[in-house]
């Protein structure tokens, strides 16, 4: 861990400690799989690491997702938004990445996705923000959103979005889905 925090200096620390944050749910999947017996990625460890993050770039406590599911449940009668919203938790994925993804991206039985597009209005599926493809492996949390997925709206054609828009097969729009979330987090009453 100290040497992957070592390889990360061209990187600001806000971005290590969203990639630590995802890391410790691996391992706690890990562990709770029984493929490990502890966590080595504690809250101790990442506080030793010194990093600067800038306030209000901290990530949500799992009370305020709580919070923020119930509400998007509440103000949202489209179920497509709040499983985007809560994919992007427990996958590490941005929403432009969740939004470009097509059934052909998800391996449930091998518990991965495929990550190779981001959604841009304008120009379509383009490469992600860091220029490479890459597969997530999922976490127990990840692998149960996705199952409760598929069974609710069932697997579509290989390239039919994982996430379609409400109406159709068009792609979610992504500003409009990041208006959904704030709107919640205002009525959770989470701080911006």
Request: charged share 30%.
């Amino acid at each position: 861990l100290r040497a992957i925090r070592a390889k990360g200096r061209a990187r600001s620390d806000a971005t290590i400690h969203k990639h630590m944050r995802v890391l410790r749910s691996v391992f706690n999947g890990a562990v709770d799989e029984g493929y490990a017996l502890t966590n080595p990625l504690s809250r101790k460890f990442i506080r030793e690491l010194r990093l600067r993050i800038p306030r209000g770039n901290e990530p949500y406590t799992d009370i305020e997702l709580a919070r923020l599911w119930a509400a998007m449940a509440s103000l949202n009668r489209q179920r497509v938004y709040l499983v985007a919203a809560k994919a992007a938790v427990v996958t590490g994925a941005r929403l432009g990445e969740l939004i470009a993804l097509d059934w052909d991206d998800l391996n449930l039985g091998n518990r991965t996705l495929r990550i190779s597009h981001h959604w841009d209005r304008v120009d379509g599926k383009v490469l992600p923000k860091d220029g490479e493809p890459r597969v997530v492996n999922l976490i127990p949390p990840a692998v149960a959103l996705f199952e409760e997925w598929t069974a609710l709206v069932g697997v579509q054609p290989g390239d039919a979005p994982i996430f379609p828009a409400p109406r159709g097969r068009e792609r979610l729009n992504g500003q409009y889905l990041s208006r959904r979330v704030d709107e919640a987090r205002v009525k959770a009453g989470i701080p911006d």
